[in-house]
């Protein structure tokens, strides 16, 4: 008789060996996809991002790296750069929404955050 623990632990050793195999099947049968990036652009971690419940995928996904985006700060109205490393930042390592894009500038966020009582 085995214990919960037990159990789990085997099916996750079936999952493994069946995941393993699985993957060893797909590479066999679909070529790796080569994406050529631009210049300044950063490749998507997709499994570093932030679970989200939606049936679509973003368009840096779809791409598979970050480009650099241009907006209008909401506030002072000044154009400014998002960059794909802060994208990579905000996606990946601060795991923000990944249909979420930046709408102020940094000053305009400091002023906010004083404003607001923050930082």
């Avoid at 797909?26 to 950063?42: D, N």
């Avoid at 480009?67 to 930042?89: H, K, L, M, P």
Wanted: net charge positive.
């Amino acid at each position: 008789m085995q214990s919960g623990k037990q159990k789990r632990t085997a099916i996750m050793a079936k999952r493994k060996v069946k995941q393993e195999r699985l993957c060893t099947v797909l590479a066999a049968v679909v070529p790796p996809r080569r994406i050529i990036r631009p210049k300044g652009s950063v490749p998507v971690d997709v499994w570093a991002l932030a679970p989200n419940n939606s049936y679509g995928t973003p368009a840096f996904v779809q791409r598979g790296y970050y480009e650099d985006i241009t907006f209008t700060c909401r506030d002072c109205g000044a154009r400014q750069v998002w960059t794909a490393s802060r994208q990579q930042w905000w996606y990946e390592t601060a795991k923000g929404y990944v249909y979420s894009t930046a709408v102020r500038c940094l000053g305009c966020r400091q002023q906010r955050r004083r404003a607001l009582g923050g930082q």
